[in-house]
């Protein structure tokens, strides 16, 4: 006598995004088992009327079955698979597009096991079905297609009394070894049917994954994981400490992908690693107007100080520089803002925004950050560049300075070593 039990817990795939759908489904499902086990005469419409029966003349409900279940195991079990696959798929496939293959690998799924049980095949004659076990398995053949080059994580329980074995735990597999096994167990199961007296639709399974292994390969998305695994290749050689060959995988990667933030951020800090700051800076800056485009100021302003307390240097516009100032100052980091601020002024001092961002940096650092000291080397520096005008005449009004006569200062500017006029 031999036991064994195995269930998906995750997959080791990064996700973008909060799995919405997913939980949609899962609310759904949900809501729909509760009223048909608890409240089934609360409505006109039966629950009944949604199970997919061989020949039945409401077509609709090849997809409404789906979102039934016989008992508590039959829907846990199907919102484990549910909750493992459909977030990272939702996350790479779209919230619509997994919607749709939801529904369709639903009918498929059914619609096989109406054929199956038209012909009382595997002991269904006449059997209805309800149960998302279609859509799901055609769910794993997307992932099967799609995350090729990912491990799923199972927990997994062995029970062999003559043998004296019981034992429990948990086990990476690569996702094809994981979900062929899964498919295997399905085709003994489908064997010893009869025999059993199992009820459970086996044809849907195989339905469902039939037409989501279609699917997959037609859309392409065997291409889109080949891309992905040189990803995540450069994410494990940067584990292990091999610079080279995670820049190398980071770039093949990218020339399939180039608006990836997230790729052209690990490629920078690998560059960095390795003592490479000028390609780095590059990565950097185009990652800087990577996450402008896609995500915001807030997700910028994150790679440009990255890119800061890596010593690295962006090279960004006077009017990046001047925005990230500004928005810097905003969110009350005015250390960062003074270093945004001069680094514009030493940049590009000829610049129009120039003066006012050294005008600024010391006005931050006098004000805001109380350090006096340093708002006078500052000003000390500023000097050197900045000339008669209003920007000249503010400062000089701040700090209080006497100018010299202007055969001692030709330029006219203030002796910022005086003591302040009385």
């Not at 949900?30 to 006109?44: D, H, N, Q, T």
């Not at 008669?388 to 209080?400: A, K, R, Y």
């Amino acid at each position: 006598m031999y036991f064994f039990y195995f269930y998906p817990v995750g997959l080791d795939v990064q996700r973008r995004r909060r799995p919405l759908l997913t939980v949609g489904l899962l609310l759904c499902m949900m809501g729909l088992f509760i009223w048909a086990r608890f409240f089934p005469e609360r409505f006109s419409l039966h629950p009944s009327q949604l199970v997919f029966f061989p020949g039945n003349r409401a077509p609709w409900t090849a997809v409404t079955a789906a979102f039934l279940h016989v008992g508590w195991l039959h829907f846990l079990s199907n919102a484990v698979y549910l909750w493992v696959f459909a977030p990272t798929l939702e996350d790479r496939l779209g919230r619509w597009r997994l919607l749709h293959y939801f529904l369709m690998l639903s009918a498929a799924g059914n619609v096989m096991h109406g054929m199956v049980a038209m012909h009382g095949w595997l002991g269904s004659g006449g059997l209805g079905v309800i149960g998302a076990s279609g859509a799901i398995a055609g769910l794993l053949a997307f992932a099967l297609v799609r995350f090729s080059y990912a491990r799923l994580e199972l927990a997994y329980w062995v029970f062999a009394p003559l043998q004296g074995v019981n034992r429990a735990g948990r086990a990476y597999l690569p996702v094809p070894a994981a979900i062929l096994l899964w498919m295997l167990l399905q085709v003994v199961h489908t064997v010893i049917a009869r025999e059993t007296g199992s009820t459970v639709s086996y044809s849907a399974h195989f339905g469902g994954f039939a037409l989501g292994l279609f699917l997959a390969f037609v859309l392409g998305y065997h291409r889109q994981a080949r891309s992905e695994n040189r990803l995540v290749a450069g994410r494990r050689y940067l584990e292990k400490g091999q610079t080279y060959a995670a820049e190398g995988a980071f770039l093949e990667y990218l020339d399939q992908a180039p608006q990836d933030l997230d790729a052209r951020l690990q490629l920078a800090r690998v560059r960095r690693l390795s003592g490479r700051l000028g390609v780095a800076n590059e990565d950097y800056r185009q990652a800087f107007r990577l996450a402008m485009l896609q995500e915001g100021i807030d997700r910028a302003l994150a790679v440009y100080e990255e890119a800061r307390r890596g010593s690295a240097y962006l090279g960004l516009s006077p009017a990046d520089l001047a925005m990230v100032a500004f928005y810097l100052e905003k969110k009350l980091d005015f250390r960062g803002a003074v270093e945004a601020y001069m680094t514009l002024f030493r940049l590009y001092p000829t610049d129009g925004r120039a003066n006012l961002a050294v005008v600024r940096a010391i006005m931050l650092m006098r004000a805001r950050l109380g350090d006096d000291a340093e708002a006078r080397r500052l000003l000390t520096e500023a000097w050197q560049h900045l000339g008669p005008g209003v920007w000249q005449d503010l400062l000089v009004q701040e700090f209080g300075l006497r100018r010299k006569p202007r055969a001692e200062t030709p330029e006219g500017w203030p002796d910022c070593r005086q003591e302040p006029a009385t």
